[in-house]
Each structure stands twice: as C-alpha cells, then as structure tokens.
C-alpha cells in the first residue's frame, strides 16, 4: 500500500487574473567555455504577467530534481499566492475587530449554515439549502426527509459553531470528539471508532491504508502538525493537513465533514478566513485530492485549494 507522503491595495487585488498559472519546472543546460551549467527553471503566470524564476545547480545534471522543483515553486507561492493570503487574513481580522458582536455573531453562525449546507450535500445529503436553514435557525424539522440527515446537519452546524468562536489545537482526540459528537445519533456503531476494517472509495483510484496502520498514521499526522508543519504558511498547512487526514481515510464514514472541518479549524485558529468547498465544486475537488494521493505529492491539491481559497475570498469581499 502507497502512502501520500506530502513534503513541502486591498481587496481589490483578489481576481480570478492574480491566479498563478505555472508549468512544471524544468532543468535547462548552458553550454559555456567548453563546460555544461545546469538551471532549474520555473516559469509562471501571476497578474497576467510571464515571468520566471532559476536556480543554478551546478556543473552536474540532478539524477533526481523532483525535490529541487518543490522548492523553487515554494519560492515562487512565496512571492504570489502568500502575502495574498496574508491580505485576505489582515482584512478579515481588521474586519472582525470593528464591527458589533452582534454582527460578527451573525455572521459567523450564517458561515456555519452554509458550510454544514454544502458540506453535508456533498456527502449526499437530502436536505435543500432552506430547509437547512429553517432547521438550524428556527428548529423546524423537514418534512419527508431521513431524520439522520436533520441530526447530521443540526450536530455539524453546532461542532463548526464552537471553532469558528474558538478553534481548538487539533490532535487526534479533538477529531474523535468530532467524529462521535456528529455521527453519534445517527450511526452509533462507528461514531468516534477509528476504523478496523480496510476500505474502498468507489469510483477513485485512491487507495486507503489498512486498518492495522491508520492510528500509526494519525499519530504520525499529529507529529507532522506539532513540528514539520510550523515551516510551512498557515494556508498551506491547512490544505495539506487535509489531504493528509483524507489519504488515511481513518473513519468508516464521515472522513470528508471531518476533514473539512479539521480544515477550517485550522485557518480559523491562525487568523485567516474559513472556506467553504461547494458541492457545485466537489468533482474538481475530490479530483485534486486524488491525484495528490496517487502521485504522492501535496502539489497538485495545493495548487488547487490555493486558486480556490483565493477565488472565494475575492467574491467575499470585505463585507
């Protein structure tokens, strides 16, 4: 079994145009005084404009560049894709901070609807945006409808509710809490278990690790969060904690709400906005997440959850 090991003005600037629209970084020979130089080069789109950035690598052609072209596209996320995100987060903060309590409350509770609407929906969910709404806000149960979807949604609301107010350090007990705290009504037998049985997830090529390792790999995750992780920007460990949790796969149901919600805690926590993945979205979304698992690179679902954070901000705007 394959495991995904993943190493790595104003609010008018976020447009869908600022996106970075790169091509795979490639090595480049110099022919000089009789002698070969080598480069890694990356090129790149960021504002409607080309541009490119190289690193020399000597007189010797890499046998291996696949960790030199993580970095240097590092290197350039570091000088597009961050300090928007770093944007997004002051305003957002600055935002936060002058508006009424009152206000800010609302509006928060009026993300966790939305995000428990869409989140849910994806996973197949029966419940109409409205009635999602009128269940959470005025405690009126849909008619003909599983009540296991009506419990779903009103314990996931109340979950994404308590870490929007205050975000929790995530480990391995807080999912479980999670886990149990959404599914415990509604599918007792697994609510809050780590699974002990392998699975599949139809229709992808995705391939889950066996039961008898998915504690070892969440251990393993939590260590990652407490001391690897810290090198990264706050935007990217969110993402990539994410497709990390969805590789292991450590719950007979309910991963994808979990790890959503795993995701938005941890930007909530570091001072930058929510996301919410829509359902109109999910098939590029679960796209981006496989094709990280299968490739064994964090790469393709960053560059896919960055355009998007980014897209989501932008329309958002600042109130």
């Known amino acids: 079994m394959r495991r995904c090991v993943c190493s790595y003005t104003q609010w008018t600037l976020l447009s869908v145009r600022s996106s970075v629209w790169a091509h795979m970084a490639s090595v480049r020979s110099v022919r000089r005084g009789g002698r070969t130089y080598?480069?890694?080069?990356?090129?790149?789109?960021?504002?409607?404009?080309?541009?490119?950035?190289?690193?020399?690598?000597?007189?010797?052609?890499?046998?291996?560049?696949e960790s030199l072209e993580a970095a240097i596209e590092r290197e350039v996320w570091a000088e597009t894709w961050f300090p928007q995100f770093d944007l997004i987060a002051r305003e957002y903060r600055a935002r936060r901070a002058r508006?009424?309590?009152?206000?800010?409350?609302?509006e928060l509770r009026d993300f966790a609807i939305e995000f428990t609407f869409e989140t849910n929906r994806i996973e197949g969910s029966t419940l109409s945006r409205q009635e999602s709404r009128e269940l959470l806000e005025h405690g009126i149960t849909p008619r003909s409808k599983p009540w296991s979807d009506a419990l779903e949604t009103l314990?996931?609301?109340?979950?994404?509710?308590?870490?929007?107010?205050?975000p929790k350090t995530l480990t391995l007990s807080v999912l479980?809490?999670?886990?149990?705290?959404?599914?415990?009504?509604?599918?007792?037998?697994?609510?809050?278990?780590?699974?002990d049985y392998d699975v599949r997830i139809?229709?992808?090529?995705?391939?889950?690790?066996?039961?008898?390792i998915v504690r070892l790999l969440l251990?393993?995750?939590?260590?990652?969060?407490?001391?690897?992780?810290r090198r990264l920007h706050p935007v990217e460990r969110a993402a990539e904690f994410h497709l990390r949790f969805e590789s292991i796969h450590p719950f007979g149901d309910g991963n994808g709400r979990v790890?959503?919600?795993?995701?938005?805690?941890?930007?909530?926590?570091?001072?930058?906005?929510?996301?919410?993945?829509?359902?109109?979205?999910r098939r590029s979304y679960y796209h981006a997440l496989e094709r990280s698992t299968v490739t064994e690179s964090a790469r393709p679902f960053l560059h896919w959850f960055f355009a998007y954070y980014s897209r989501q901000n932008a329309a958002a705007g600042p109130g």
């Open 38 to 65: 080598y480069y890694l080069v990356q090129s790149y789109r960021w504002g409607g404009v080309a541009r490119q950035k190289s690193r020399y690598l000597g007189t010797v052609r890499p046998s291996d560049p």
């Open 99 to 106: 508006i009424p309590r009152s206000v800010d409350a609302k």
């Open 155 to 166: 314990r996931h609301s109340a979950v994404a509710e308590q870490f929007l107010r205050k």
């Open 176 to 195: 479980l809490a999670w886990h149990r705290q959404v599914f415990g009504e509604t599918k007792a037998d697994i609510a809050g278990k780590l699974r």
């Open 202 to 212: 139809i229709g992808s090529r995705q391939r889950p690790p066996p039961s008898s």
């Open 219 to 229: 251990r393993e995750l939590e260590s990652w969060l407490g001391a690897e992780a």
């Open 259 to 281: 790890g959503r919600l795993a995701l938005n805690s941890m930007l909530v926590r570091d001072g930058y906005p929510p996301v919410n993945i829509l359902y109109t979205r």
